[in-house]
């Protein structure tokens, strides 16, 4: 039996999601505003923004069918407030798990911005592992897990 798109779709956003609770349940508010010494780099809250704000702005690209915008519900956040970081981390799933609810999977478009906006949530996990190395923060054991962190 296969699985409905919008299903797979729910449980790997889950999966990204709960890695990304992880990670700013553990995460040091004074780390929210760390960056890559000697590298080009944004802050640790920067990168989260982004990700909220691609979660918020691919499904209502999705909704609408065409590109609304960039935004982030954390753009106007102080760095350094690690509760209203955990609370845009919370509420942005909520609001990709609602785009899944009513996800059409005919519709090529919303499709497309799921599945980017799948590629862009790893991609922000692949430079959070270098952050947390980095700067010496402990990786959460759900990252361990999932990624092999510290193996070998």
Do not use: K
């Not at 999705?62 to 760095?79: E, H, I, K, M, Y």
């Not at 609602?98 to 790893?122: G, I, N, W």
Request: net charge negative.
């Amino acid at each position: 039996m296969t699985t409905p798109l919008p299903d797979t779709l729910r449980r790997r956003f889950a999966r990204a999601n709960e890695l990304y609770a992880d990670l700013v349940a553990e995460l040091p508010a004074s780390s929210l505003g760390a960056r890559l010494r000697e590298l080009p780099s944004d802050s640790i809250q920067n990168q989260l923004r982004c990700v909220v704000g691609a979660r918020e702005s691919y499904t209502a690209a999705a909704r609408a069918g065409s590109w609304q915008g960039f935004a982030s519900s954390l753009d106007r956040v102080p760095t350094g407030d690690a509760d209203a970081v955990r609370a845009a981390v919370h509420r942005s799933h909520e609001v990709v798990d609602e785009f899944l609810d009513d996800l059409d999977p005919a519709d090529d478009y919303a499709v497309d911005q799921a599945l980017s906006l799948l590629e862009h949530e790893t991609q922000h996990h692949g430079q959070l592992i270098r952050y947390l190395y980095g700067l010496g923060i402990p990786r959460p054991e759900s990252w361990q897990r999932q990624y092999a962190l510290d193996e070998g």
